[in-house]
């Protein structure tokens, strides 16, 4: 069974202060993507990453494929309340399948 | 533009009954999927579609049903609801595989069953 693990769980973090979020596994994903999910939505695509050691920014928000495209990190400089979610790591495994990790939940103070 | 479409949004069932979600989406995707989101426990795959006619189960398949009769519908179908199957179910849309890349979803439908 393939597994991507998040961590941490929970995040409570004070407006201007940074974050990481990690997402490992021991398998090899053909590309690996990151999600935003609010209360009553559906999670929203924010960045896909595919070539190991890839580095992608969108305004404060940085993400890194690992080398060996087993693990990506979600790193965000001065967040702010507009941050607050739950942000999900999700692989495709190359079989049709994309699988998710259990999520982080953010929580940022004004 | 609708997007990804489920009805109904909430529903309550009782041990035993059944029901369909629904699930359309006007992009003309090939591939669709449901998954469950309970706590703790992120997305969890129950079934996909590779296109109309061709469905394969995913991680947690044990309990429902799917059938895809065209690109736009992917329902699923709740043979005997358990409480195990409360849940909240997403539905999701893409244009192809094997690696589907982003993903769309519906807003869920959240399903208690007592």
């Known amino acids: 069974t393939q597994l991507l693990e998040q961590s941490p769980q929970f995040l409570s973090i004070q407006e201007g202060e940074n974050l990481t979020v990690y997402c490992n596994s021991s398998s090899v994903f053909s590309s690996l993507q990151w999600y935003r999910q609010e209360p009553g939505e559906g999670p929203v695509l924010l960045v896909t990453v595919v070539t190991g050691g890839e580095v992608k920014k969108l305004k404060r928000l940085t993400f890194q494929f690992g080398d060996a495209r087993k693990d990506s990190s979600l790193h965000i400089t001065a967040a702010q309340p507009g941050d607050t979610g739950l942000y999900l790591c999700a692989g495709d495994t190359g079989g049709f399948k994309t699988i998710f990790g259990a999520g982080t939940r953010l929580f940022v103070k004004a | 533009n609708a997007g990804v479409t489920q009805t109904p949004k909430f529903q309550v069932l009782k041990t035993g009954q059944s029901m369909t979600l629904q699930c359309a989406q006007d992009?003309?995707?090939?591939?669709m999927s449901w998954y469950r989101q309970d706590p703790g426990m992120g997305l969890r795959l129950i079934h996909y579609s590779v296109g109309a006619g061709i469905t394969d189960q995913g991680e947690v398949p044990n309990g429902y049903n799917v059938s895809r009769s065209t690109t736009e519908d992917f329902p699923l179908r709740l043979l005997s609801a358990a409480p195990s199957q409360t849940s909240v179910y997403f539905c999701?849309?893409?244009?192809?595989?094997?690696?589907?890349?982003?993903?769309?979803f519906g807003e869920g439908s959240r399903l208690t069953v007592l």
């Open positions: 999701a849309s893409s244009r192809s595989g094997p690696n589907p890349g982003e993903l769309f």
């Open positions: 992009m003309n995707h090939e591939y």
